[in-house]
């Protein structure tokens, strides 16, 4: 430690006053921050697309009718079929009877009484799990649920389901454009601000090179500061985001903004890193470039 007393002694008519190395400091802290905090509001809604995303294929639903003229021990069997589909999220069997009469009352007239006997045909309503909610693996699904020995017809919205698709597809690539660009921008940020940190202390590091320090020893202490100041940073833009979050929920609602809690976790795991990584990388390139400098290049 003795280069370093040395070297602040050589450089003590051209280092900053104490006062000035806070406020680059601050400067520096509050540059990472609000670096950190839009990329951790586009990872949050990056979380929240995809889980709204999920929902909404959740709720794709389909209706599985079986013939009438099954005997009760053909029905159960064909019944317990479609709830192991292994595609099956969640299956409503939906009693001939019962749909008759709520139709009756919908309709305000008995058509049971007319016919003679019930015209619908047992049915299940069979919710139909994210992960094979898509136009081809549907398809496929409603295939296998046809060839249940007893099905007589499986009925799903196809077409609203390819327009779902569409919507999705037509958002995807602007929003991804978006993404990229700010976070582009971002990262030339964060590393602009590391760099004038580093900027402010160039003829320390001069100093240190004329006292005999060797670069890795002049390093250390910069890629310590630039680690600090990271994940400090990281961990004020997750309170940030946290407490924005916070204020949408009454607008929004809660549902639409929670975050769980392992998502959460990573959020903020994701920022601390984030920011002590790009804190000691974004420092080792400008400590490296004025370790390269001649005397007259500082100025």
């Known amino acids: 430690m003795h280069l370093w007393g040395m070297a602040f002694s050589r450089s ?21 921050t609000l670096t950190l905090v839009l990329i951790g509001l586009l990872s949050v809604l990056s979380f929240l697309g995809s889980r709204w995303e ?13 013939l009438r003229d099954l005997d009760t021990e053909s029905l159960h069997t064909s019944l317990s079929i479609v709830e192991t589909e292994e595609s099956v999220a969640e299956a409503k069997y ?42 081809e693996k549907l398809s496929e699904v409603v295939q296998r649920l046809e060839n249940i ?10 077409q609203l389901l390819a327009k779902i698709e569409r919507t999705l597809n037509r958002l995807m690539v ?18 602009n601000t590391v760099r004038l940190t ?21 390093r250390r202490p910069f890629l ?17 985001i946290t407490s924005g979050l916070g204020l949408l929920k009454s607008p929004l609602g809660t549902e639409a903004v929670i975050l769980d809690v392992t998502t959460m976790g990573m959020l903020a795991g994701g920022l601390v890193a984030l920011g002590g990584g790009l804190g000691v990388i974004s420092t080792a390139l400008a400590v490296n470039r004025y370790l390269r400098l001649d005397v007259g290049q500082l100025h």
């Open 12 to 32: 003590k008519n051209t280092h900053r006053l104490p006062a000035s190395q806070a406020t680059t400091t601050f400067t520096t802290v509050v540059g990472m």
């Open 54 to 66: 999920k929902q909404l294929r959740q709720e794709v639903r389909i209706q599985v009718y079986f």
């Open 94 to 135: 939906i009693d001939p009877t019962t749909a008759s009469k709520k139709l009756e009352l919908d309709l305000g007239e008995s058509f049971v009484d007319f016919l003679g006997y019930v015209p619908l045909p047992p049915a299940m309503d069979v919710r139909i799990k994210a992960g094979f909610s898509t136009s």
């Open 149 to 158: 020995p007893g099905v007589a017809d499986v009925v799903w919205q196809d």
């Open 174 to 191: 602007p929003l991804i454009s978006i993404a990229s660009i700010c976070l582009f921008i971002a990262l030339a940020l964060m590393n």
């Open 198 to 218: 580093v900027f402010a202390r160039r003829f320390l590091i001069r100093n240190m090179q004329l006292v005999g320090a060797r670069p890795g020893f002049i």
């Open 224 to 240: 310590k500061q630039g680690f600090i100041l990271g994940v400090s940073s990281g961990l004020l833009s997750f309170a940030f």
